[in-house]
């Protein structure tokens, strides 16, 4: 008998922590309404910031000494041409649109 009164809890519990799954709420593409020089553009700045982070990160192994005057100068070049890069095809884009009034 405890058995029974055990599974009759168990499936209350699952029917109870389930039901928010089972509403079926309506499922919305979260880039609808997004151009797609506004996404090229977000992808080009989450780039650039890596980068910068990169070029942090090589200049702090570099004063730890991790990383030689001459493997940094050829890192740093590297990842500053990259930034650089980056930077260009921000320029190309224009200058952000606006946000939509009320966000």
Not at 8 to 26: F, H, K, N, Q, Y
Not at 64 to 76: C, M, Q
Request: proline residues 8%; charged residues 30%.
């Amino acid at each position: 008998m405890a058995y029974v009164i055990f599974a009759v809890l168990l499936v209350g519990v699952v029917w109870l922590v389930s039901a928010p799954l089972r509403r079926g709420a309506p499922r919305q593409d979260p880039l609808e309404g997004v151009s797609p020089e506004s996404l090229r553009r977000s992808d080009l700045e989450a780039a650039r910031d890596a980068k910068y982070r990169e070029i942090r990160d090589a200049e702090l192994d570099h004063q730890t000494g991790k990383l030689s005057d001459a493997d940094y100068a050829a890192i740093d070049a590297t990842l500053r041409a990259e930034a650089v890069d980056l930077l260009h095809e921000l320029d190309a884009l224009g200058d952000p649109e606006p946000p939509p009034a009320g966000h």
